[in-house]
């Protein structure tokens, strides 16, 4: 079943609980182990308090069928290191990379925070659209989105790629292993 969504910026508090909600709903620990590879997780947990943070700095990407949020794409930038142990150390591991032979310490870079598709929405493009409208949003301010990817989560790498992502690097944090992955909006 398709359903009417549509795309746009956090505007409010109530759409900022609605993430909150989502988050907790597809939590690594709240999803079944034998159902990561065919429905994804997620694993940062984020308060109320720091998702209002962030959305003052960056608002974050949802998708909405009628008043609901069904999906969503953190947006973060240098302002969240310090915030959050999982954003600080991906950060860290970003800025000692290169990419096309520059550091990427010196570029002004966004990362998705975090990703999440209901598991009602799932395969109906709704990653792949949260992606063109982050893409259309913010690739004025940053040339490059960057985020990383669990090894547990197939489902999770094979949506980055198909939206344009490359795998840079891979790092092993928390007891698991992370693929680091770039998608660069200037060549596309």
Known sequence: MTHHITYHLTQNSIELKQIKSLQAQHQKNAVPKNLWASQGFVTAEYTLQFLEEMHLQNPAVIAKHQDKVVGYALVADRSSVGKHPLLDNLFYHI?????????????????????????????????????????????????????DVDRNNPRSLKTHIRAGFQRLHTISYGGASWDIVLWDWHST
């Open 95 to 147: 800025d000692l990379l290169e990419y096309n032979g520059h550091s990427l310490a010196a570029v002004n870079y966004t990362v998705v925070g975090q990703l999440c598709v209901g598991h009602t929405f799932s395969g109906q493009g709704v990653a792949q659209n949260l992606y063109k409208h982050y893409q259309h949003c913010y690739a004025a301010r940053f040339p490059y989105c960057i985020t």
